[in-house]
């Protein structure tokens, strides 16, 4: 910038000089600040939208009045705060951007060299606002509002002297766009009104770090003979465990780090006191952790430390706010006075400083102590505290023991499903290729399926296809399929490209999957991973890139997983669960006496039940069968479709997609079924009222569902599947810990090793298995105690559970495949 000896007296002075710098730098300064010089209050937000550009100044229309309306609680507005951008000219940053007013990096530089000299201009400054990425990048060279927002930092003024404390939060216009996030940019405002009032403390962390033995021996003696709980946290490098964090104090931690970055720490008698040690210590107290799942397996896998977390943190605020982030990092500024720290974990190996890894690990004990406080009295004013630990924490043991048995995998047939399925993609992409070839009239033509713009190269611009908008994906596609101007070679393309994924997705995500070294699968369980229904359980692979998501196995790869020797696979599935409980919320009589007659009658068949009522046919007229010989979908899957998706303001397109109907058959179907069945609608209609007055949902077992967003389309989805989704995955859950903890559970000899949905699946002794069953079954089959959505009046609800145990294939393996029904 052009040197200035004189203090700059106007804003009209600032901007005058401010637009000749910017001239030389070719940009063009269209919206430029707002306020008083002498404000001690800088917001700085990332550029000028299209309503900022209509009004000529910063943060006019919705964004405006949502950063307005919260700065107006400490006493900010126009008159008395400098609020500017990084970019002075009109720009979009929403996913969906317009590439007119994209904004590169080298602009982004020189924005960013400009607000540094306009920040020095300004005399009185003590206090900056930075909102959304430009602004942090601006200032402190970061990326990622995300994991940044929430922090208060000290900053060095450039070219000042002074310093000056900042506080980092979203961009109001993205808070526009993602109104969850608003109780978020609330909560981080108000920081700043407590630093501006000076009451902003920051939380500090004494860590204790490369112990000797006897550091090691006073300090586990201080945590054994504390009252308090402790706090753990491990660190992993190169697929071990590195270091071991405790805390019984928010502001002080231990990282017994067992190596350094070259050698073992301790020799091995010492490494063994000091396990040993741990393991007594865990074993007695009260263990706090952050994602405990994680740690307790992988300290049971890697150093065979058993523990019980009592006490995890990011399933605490998955129970009170299920709909915003879980991560420590969001954790750490919700309830602390900590800044985001969480790079070090990475950062230390740029530079080699391992002392940065182990004092990070420190931060996450403490810190998680600290959040565990808060999350604890958040629990009980919520009167959620009872439910949290004889319900969600109490799944977590058995969880983290399915994940650390695993499943046994035939690596033989493992690896000839991988060379067949090779062999049958590559086929399937030739056979496209020619389809493609001759649709284009190119010989030469070569379509990558993998590729979405040559996809979308292919479907929209040479054969013209029309879907909804200009997605590949298979919506979209399947969109194209059914509409009435896709010629035959082109549907029977769109075929092939379905056929490839499908195959394609089998072989990379499940087939060629990596085993663990026992010769294991291994999935690790997210009781935190279902925001929209908590209490399902999600599933993916370990940390260490080994195992899958089990849950969405395909049933082709059920053949390559094995009981153990010597034991059988069992199976529970809860029939028709969902429905079953929207039939009883919802108080449809005529579902509940279908139900319950096919609970009573295993003969009767509720899917048959209702395609004789939606199409007029007598129940004996009506198939038994999805799908008839020519493999077009019966009237009885066409019920059971309905009845499963239909529940949730699925809409005739979609109905169309998922069944493979053309599009009059299945808006025909929705008209029948919801004129049937019209106390879905008037359901849905109760149950938005009730989330707009209430803005909080509570399932059958007291999980709530704080509704933190306005109510539009899509939360409405949310809200009319939360009840019965949720319902049924506490319910699962409760029947997995009830039948191990059961008295009768033939423990040592049968254990639950999967969950598949609305089903458990274990492994077992034969001997066992049908008395391990039956104890399951009992579990399942508990009522659930449903409150009617209209009276209030509970009635109990029984699902019945259908069993299954494996029986041998030709070489007496017992595999997931090999299930057969039993009667108990």
Not at 525 to 542: D, E, F, N
Request: charge should be neutral; glycine fraction near 4%.
């Amino acid at each position: 910038m052009n040197v200035i000896k004189k203090p700059i007296a106007s804003r009209a002075e600032l901007r005058r000089f401010f637009d000749l710098e910017a001239r030389e730098l070719g940009l063009e300064t269209q919206i430029f600040s707002d306020g008083p010089l002498s404000s001690e209050v800088a917001v700085i937000g990332e550029g000028p939208g299209e309503s900022e550009i209509r009004h000529g100044i910063p943060f006019a229309g919705g964004s405006g009045s949502t950063l307005l309306t919260e700065l107006r609680k400490y006493s900010l507005a126009r008159h008395n705060t400098y609020i500017t951008n990084v970019v002075k000219r009109q720009i979009s940053l929403s996913s969906k951007g317009d590439a007119r007013h994209a904004v590169s990096r080298p602009e982004l530089s020189k924005w960013i060299s400009l607000l540094h000299w306009e920040l020095e201009q300004l005399p009185n400054l003590r206090y900056i606002l930075l909102m959304g990425n430009y602004a942090i990048e601006a200032l402190l060279h970061h990326q990622g509002v995300t994991e940044w927002r929430g922090s208060v930092l000290d900053y060095d003024l450039p070219n000042t002297g002074r310093s000056v404390k900042l506080v980092l939060t979203f961009n109001p216009a993205y808070v526009l766009r993602e109104p969850k996030l608003h109780p978020v940019f609330k909560m981080d405002l108000y920081k700043l009104g407590r630093v501006i009032a000076g009451k902003w403390k920051p939380h500090e962390i004494r860590p204790i770090i490369n112990p000797d033995i006897r550091a090691v021996r006073k300090y586990l003696l201080e945590v054994a003979n504390s009252p308090n709980p402790v706090a753990l946290d491990i660190e992993t490098t190169s697929r071990q465990v590195a270091c071991i964090g405790l805390a019984i104090d928010p502001h002080e931690a231990m990282c017994i780090n067992l190596r350094d970055d070259k050698i073992n720490r301790f020799d091995l008698h010492e490494e063994i006191e000091i396990l040993r040690s741990i393991q007594s210590i865990l074993s007695k107290k009260k263990v706090i952790a952050q994602n405990g799942i994680f740690d307790s397996y992988y300290l049971w896998q890697r150093l065979n430390l058993k523990f019980t977390c009592n006490f995890d943190t990011m399933l605490a605020h998955h129970l009170l706010y299920p709909q915003l982030p879980h991560s420590l990092a969001f954790l750490t500024t919700q309830y602390t006075t900590h800044p985001y720290y969480k790079d070090e974990g990475k950062m230390w190996k740029e530079g080699g400083d391992v002392d940065m890894f182990w004092r990070y690990n420190c931060k996450d004990a403490a810190l998680t102590y600290h959040i565990h406080t808060a999350l604890t009295k958040s629990l009980i004013d919520k009167k959620l505290y009872d439910f949290f630990n004889n319900h969600v924490m109490r799944i977590q043991p058995h969880l983290i023991q399915a994940t650390v048995h695993g499943i046994a995998c035939d690596m033989n047939l493992k690896e000839r499903l991988k060379e067949e399925l090779r062999e049958d993609v590559y086929a399937i992409k030739r056979e496209l290729n020619r389809l493609v070839q001759d649709a284009v009239e190119d010989p030469d033509y070569e379509l990558n399926p993998n590729s979405p713009a040559q996809l979308s190269d292919l479907l929209f611009k040479r054969l013209r296809l029309r879907g909804r908008g200009f997605s590949t994906d298979a919506t979209n596609r399947a969109r194209m399929l059914i509409d009435a101007r896709t010629n035959d070679l082109a549907k029977e393309i769109l075929t092939t490209i379905d056929k490839f994924k499908a195959e394609a997705k089998f072989l990379n995500t499940y087939v060629e999957s990596e085993v663990d070294e026992d010769g294991r699968f291994r999935t690790v369980y997210k009781q935190h991973g279902v925001s929209k229904a908590p209490g399902r359980l999600s599933s993916s692979q370990t940390i260490d890139g080994t195992g899958m998501n089990l849950q969405n196995q395909p049933r082709r790869g059920y053949e390559m997983f094995m009981a153990d020797p010597g034991c059988v696979f069992i199976y529970l599935d809860a029939s028709q669960a969902e429905a079953r409980v929207v039939g009883w919320y919802y108080d449809i009589e005529k579902w509940k006496e279908d139900f319950e007659r096919a609970r009573r009658d295993k003969s009767f068949d509720c899917h048959r039940a209702l395609a004789s009522d939606m199409f007029k046919i007598p129940y004996e007229e009506t198939p038994t069968e999805d799908h008839d010989k020519n493999n077009r979908p019966t009237r009885r899957y066409i019920a059971k479709r309905c009845r499963h998706g239909l529940n949730y303001r699925m809409q005739a397109n979609r109905l169309s997609e998922v069944t493979g109907l053309p599009y009059h058959e299945a808006r025909r179907a929705w008209h029948i079924y919801h004129s049937l069945t019209p106390e879905l609608r008037r359901g849905w209609q109760k149950e938005e009222e009730k989330a707009r007055r209430t803005k909080e949902l509570v399932n059958a077992y007291g999980r709530p569902w704080k509704i933190i967003q306005r109510v539009d389309e899509r939360v409405l989805e949310s809200i009319v599947a939360f009840y019965p989704q949720s319902t049924i995955g506490d319910h699962v859950q409760r029947a997995w810990y009830m039948a191990e903890e059961d008295e009768a559970w033939p423990t040592g000899k049968a254990r639950v090793a999967m969950n598949i949905h609305d089903a458990l699946i274990g492994i077992a002794e034969p001997q066992v298995a049908k008395k391990a069953l039956s104890i399951l079954k009992s579990h399942m089959e508990n009522p659930i105690l449903i409150t009617n959505l209209y009276n209030t009046k509970t009635e109990p609800l029984i699902i019945p559970a259908e069993c299954k145990i494996s029986q041998p294939d030709e070489n007496g393996i017992h595999r997931w495949s090999g299930l057969k029904a039993v009667e108990l």
